[in-house]
């Protein structure tokens, strides 16, 4: 499916989908047009998160997230300050971020559906929508599995996820 930016019609490329390969949406914005939009209202991008429905966390290339929505903090049931600056196995409770080498540095992460679709979505800038993924928290040993379905976009240099659905339905693994 092409996406093009709903301001400028600017080609923003190919998300993965399976339906018709020749619809086009149009729900993006380009770097140039996000930052015309920012700047000419002085909005900041946690002001901009926030107006968002959905749960959403701005990550940088290093895999550190750098700010989380209202929505984000309560479905974590974190502050701000507990989400700024940590890894994403660290603000998602992931049960492998607290083996030694933390989070992006086990074994365990070379299969991390959520890290890789950020992490693919930064080296390619394609968007990944409703991407079946799974999250294991609690304490390594006997982590607690829970399905999520995650969308990424990347805008400049940070990727944003968006938490679609999160519930132990299987279908999303």
Known sequence: MKKVCSWCNKNLGMVNSDMDTEMIITHGLCVECANKIFNALKIK???FLNTLAAPVV???QTGNVLTANRQAQSLLQK???DIAGYTGGEVFDCAYSRLPGGCGNTIHC???TIRNTVMDTFQDG???MKSPAYLNRGAP????KIALLISTEKVGDVVLLRIDKVGDDETAQ
């Open 141 to 144: 040993g006997d982590p607690q």
């Open 45 to 47: 991008l946690p002001v």
């Open 110 to 112: 070379s299969g991390c």
């Open 79 to 81: 502050e701000l300050s």
């Open 126 to 128: 394609q968007s990944r």
């Open 58 to 60: 701005a990550i940088s």
